[in-house]
């Protein structure tokens, strides 16, 4: 994902907030709007790419429900259980998180920081 990527998509995680806002607030579009200094155009500009980037996520579904295939950029996470893969439920397996990924099995502790297992699979998953 690149900077504008990005960007765009906080924006857009900022517009819903604002909105989100307006609505619990029981005001009017454009007595919130004048409260907050936002021209009630700019609203409506945020709003309608707020319901066209949901639209585009729906029809990801969609499509992924229908072809079984997962979107690039993203990847299929499967959890199994234990006893799927032929092992017992014990004490010592609770807490851990195995991921196969290019043939590799990752096994970690759950405590295990998020940040730096993201960037493990993402070298593992490069060709």
């Known amino acids: 994902m690149n900077?504008?990527?990005?960007?765009?998509?906080?924006?857009?995680s900022q517009w819903a907030?604002?909105?989100?806002?307006?609505?619990?607030?029981g005001l009017s579009i454009k007595v919130f709007c004048e409260g907050k200094g936002i021209k009630e155009h700019i609203y409506f500009y945020w709003q309608r790419k707020l319901r066209e980037a949901a639209c585009e996520?729906?029809?990801?579904?969609?499509?992924?429900?229908q072809t079984g295939l997962v979107p690039?950029?993203?990847?299929e996470v499967k959890l199994i259980e234990p006893k799927d893969v032929g092992q017992e439920v014990n004490a010592a397996n609770q807490g851990r998180i195995r991921i196969k990924v290019a043939g590799i099995q990752i096994i970690a502790d759950s405590a295990y920081p998020s940040g730096k297992l993201?960037?493990?699979i993402r070298e593992i998953s490069q060709p």
């Open 57 to 65: 996520m729906a029809q990801i579904k969609t499509a992924t429900r």
């Open 17 to 25: 907030q604002l909105m989100k806002e307006r609505s619990e607030s």
């Open 72 to 75: 690039i950029g993203f990847s």
């Open 3 to 12: 900077t504008k990527q990005v960007a765009a998509e906080l924006r857009l």
């Open 118 to 120: 993201a960037d493990l």
